[in-house]
């Protein structure tokens, strides 16, 4: 035992019936609750029916537990056992037509490795392990189906770092909370940030690897900053090396710090266009763009579409390294989309490269724009990216890489009023509250900000304004949305977060 550290040795030797795990990410919780699996499955007699179940999130997260850490134990203990491949995929439940990984001991004693689906412990009996329950998207259904199978004296351990799109609403969040008050549901309750773990002597673990395979190692100071540094936000960092769960419930997404730090003394046109008339005839010429912008800058633009109630909101920022500074605003109210779309077409005629909404009443004004404007312009499925969005929102302003104007608070208030919320099963949702000095937008001023910012990820190295490229875009899918992309909020190495 002396091979794990302390707070692993605390877990594995914990027989405790009901179990639970607030911990950081990669710290070895997993690796320590497979050598427990494959421990208990040895320590059964012969002809034994004993079945150990394991819940991940996923079909691979799954065959992994097997493969990369069960199979490992079964090696070093010289343990006879079928499956360790994970070539032995058997139906649990053929109902539902559920299958698992499944290793058998050469005593009678199974590991059943499966993905996350709460009706496969439905009539099952044994020790369940939720791995990774901050990641399911039924907890409260998957908890409730599984605590059931423990009845006759087996055993439940739940295992999980917070999900960074989770909320404090989630149930792994709320059993943690009662694990941690009054206790009323008996759970042995354990828990390791990222500090205590390094206090334990993670890093000295981790440079034995690193000094097997010829890389650096690192002082406990070192090695916690680069962790550090290299999240996006500090939600990130709380929520996956912390034990901090996501507050939501009306909490300012950008915190009012990060805010009040990027309002800066800047030159920036806001141009507003009522209707279809009124300022029009200047905001679609594209010399008039190229007066308010000065050339030899890199700018790009972010595009939120509404033709009625909402604004519709072209947000351009002027790139200064991984600096982002808000240089022109139009927002246009009720105003006709071929009229929209002249502005637009004037920006993106002098050089500039955008992206817009293109979902909804979007999608046929982004769909001509990028005919149009090939390589300079692309569409965003909003519906589907909105939380990628955010996230890129937040940590732009948290790693101060984008600036706005000090005479315009009616910008600070748009990106103010989108609020954290969460959803019935607990995940992060975003809203958008009042913007009392604009009432008429709704977030959309904020949300085309966050779309410039991905206009900065697509185009990054692309062309200065008055230089036209013909490069085409080259577009990842909405759920690749970080992959392949310079980051423009990339954390500086003194990343201050606010």
């Keep these: 035992m002396s091979y794990f550290l302390p707070y692993q040795q605390r877990w594995i030797v914990d027989d405790s019936p009901l179990k639970i795990y607030e911990k950081s990410r990669r710290v070895g919780i997993t690796y320590a609750t497979s050598y427990r699996a494959n421990r208990k499955c040895l320590r059964e007699p012969q002809g034994s029916s004993f079945v150990q179940w394991v819940s991940s999130r996923d079909d691979l997260t799954a065959k992994e537990f097997i493969t990369d850490y069960v199979a490992k134990w079964a090696k070093e203990s010289n343990a006879i056992a079928r499956g360790l491949d994970g070539s032995n995929v058997e139906v649990v439940d053929e109902k539902h037509g559920i299958t698992a990984y499944v290793v058998r001991y050469n005593n009678g004693a199974r590991i059943c490795s499966l993905s996350s ?7 099952k009996g044994g020790d369940i392990l939720l791995d990774e329950m901050d990641l399911h998207l039924d907890q409260a259904t998957l908890y409730a189906m599984a605590y059931p199978c423990i ?3 087996n055993q439940l351990e739940i295992v999980s770092a917070y999900n960074p799109d989770g909320s404090i609403e989630s149930e792994f969040a709320q059993l943690c909370k009662r694990a941690k008050a009054d206790n009323s549901m008996g759970f042995s309750m354990h828990r390791t940030t990222l500090t205590d773990a390094i206090a334990e002597g993670f890093v000295e673990k981790v440079n034995e690897v690193k000094a097997a395979k010829g890389r650096p190692t690192q002082t406990r100071e070192e090695f916690y900053e680069q962790i550090r540094r290299g999240c996006l936000t500090r939600s990130a ?6 034990c901090v769960p996501n507050e939501t419930s009306g909490l300012q997404f950008i915190e009012p710090i990060c805010l009040n730090n990027a309002v800066q ?3 920036c046109y806001w141009g507003k266009l009522e209707g ?3 300022g029009e005839d200047t905001l679609i010429k594209p010399e008039f763009w190229r007066e308010v912008l000065p050339a030899g800058k890199q700018y790009v633009l972010g595009y939120d579409v509404a033709r009625t109630g909402d604004l519709s909101s072209v947000w351009v920022n002027r790139l200064d390294g991984n600096c982002a500074m808000l240089a022109a605003l139009v927002t246009m109210h009720k105003t006709r989309f071929e009229k929209q779309k002249k502005v637009l077409a004037a920006l993106l005629k002098c050089g500039i490269t955008g992206a817009g909404d293109n ?4 999608m046929n004004i982004c769909e001509d724009l990028e005919t149009e404007f090939a390589g300079s312009f692309v569409g965003v499925n909003f519906a589907s990216s909105k939380m990628q969005l955010g996230t890129l929102l937040q940590s732009a302003f948290e790693a101060h890489n984008q600036l706005i104007p000090l005479q315009y608070p009616e910008i600070k208030a748009d990106l103010a009023a989108i609020k954290k919320d969460h959803t019935s099963a607990g995940r992060l949702l975003l809203t958008v509250g009042k913007n009392e000095l604009v009432p008429e937008s709704h977030g959309d001023i904020a949300w085309s900000c966050a779309l410039a910012l991905y206009a900065a990820q697509e185009f990054a190295g692309g062309p200065c304004r008055m230089e036209p490229s013909s490069k085409k875009a080259v577009r990842d899918s909405d759920d690749e949305f970080y992959t392949s992309r310079r980051n423009l909020n990339e954390i500086s190495k003194e990343n201050r977060w606010c």
């Design 359 to 362: 979902t909804g009443l979007g």
């Design 117 to 123: 689906n709460p009706l496969a412990f439905a009539g």
């Design 265 to 267: 003394k800047l030159d």
């Design 237 to 242: 960092f709380e929520t996956q090396y912390m």
């Design 151 to 153: 009845t006759w004296g």
């Design 276 to 278: 279809s008339n009124g």
